[in-house]
């Protein structure tokens, strides 16, 4: 200026110009600021200049063209389901459900894991962020699955959530079961200690035995231990009273409940 600036005011729109936020004023004419840019992504970007003198004369100048203010938050997001200790079905269909947040979250992608999170195998990419997704659960039983779901915006920008706690997905197939003894012609003394014997198999593991017996041939039965440990054997003392329709029943439970 031929009389000297006086103070310099700084302005930036994110509308191409339309409407102008203030940075600064009062600002030395030093030629330069440090302008921590503000939380407000747009490809419609300008600055402005204003320079005044003593007189109170201005002049401005714009940016050539705009520029782009970028996003660099990352999404925020939360598993709601499955979130721990959760025994889910194979082949059954499940809702694995988020919550996520940011300016603009633009797909979602879901990956389960079943040793804790080493590997993770995918579910789906590209997911719209409705918040729900319908899961068949996958043959691939496990005490130790996890869910991930990584939301992505329009910068680029990731943010992940996983499961709290992991949960069980557990096989349909029921348990199987054999008794061995007594298994038909033996003679039991009312009153004497006689050992019902069994094996029991299943894919995920045999959680707990059920012991019955009947003295009509099944038409009725009467418990004789619940929740016994899988250990193939039970000392039974023989209740009374006499008959030679005697049968006994074992019941395996596994961890899906089956």
């Not at 990352?74 to 996520?100: F, M, Y």
């Not at 041939?217 to 418990?223: A, R």
Request: glycine share 10%.
């Amino acid at each position: 200026d031929n009389v000297g600036v006086t103070s310099i005011t700084l302005e930036y729109s994110a509308n191409n110009g339309s409407s102008w936020t203030t940075i600064a004023t009062g600002e030395a004419n030093d030629g330069t600021y440090a302008w921590t840019v503000p939380n407000a992504p747009t490809t419609q970007a300008l600055v402005r200049v204003t320079a005044y003198d003593a007189a109170t004369n201005s002049g401005d100048d714009l940016s050539n063209a705009v520029f782009i203010i970028s996003d660099q938050t990352d999404p925020t997001v939360t598993v709601t389901s499955p979130n721990g200790g959760e025994t889910w079905a194979t082949g059954s269909s499940q809702n694995i459900a988020w919550t996520a947040g940011d300016r603009a979250v633009t797909s979602v992608d879901i990956e389960f894991s079943i040793d804790n999170g080493a590997p993770w195998l995918p579910v789906a990419t590209g997911e719209a962020d409705d918040g729900s997704y319908t899961w068949t659960v996958p043959d691939s039983p496990t005490t130790l699955a996890l869910v991930r779901v990584t939301a992505h915006d329009g910068a680029g920008n990731t943010g992940s959530d996983v499961s709290d706690a992991v949960f069980t997905i557990a096989d349909e197939d029921d348990p199987g079961v054999t008794v061995t003894a007594p298994n038909g012609g033996e003679t039991l003394n009312v009153g004497e200690v006689s050992q019902i014997t069994w094996t029991a198999t299943d894919n995920i593991g045999v959680t707990s035995i059920d012991i019955e017996y009947s003295t009509d041939n099944g038409t009725t039965w009467l418990p004789v231990a619940t929740g016994e440990a899988d250990d193939g054997s039970y000392d039974w003392t023989v209740p009374g009273p006499e008959t030679v329709e005697a049968l006994v029943r074992v019941t395996a439970h596994d961890g899906a409940g089956n």
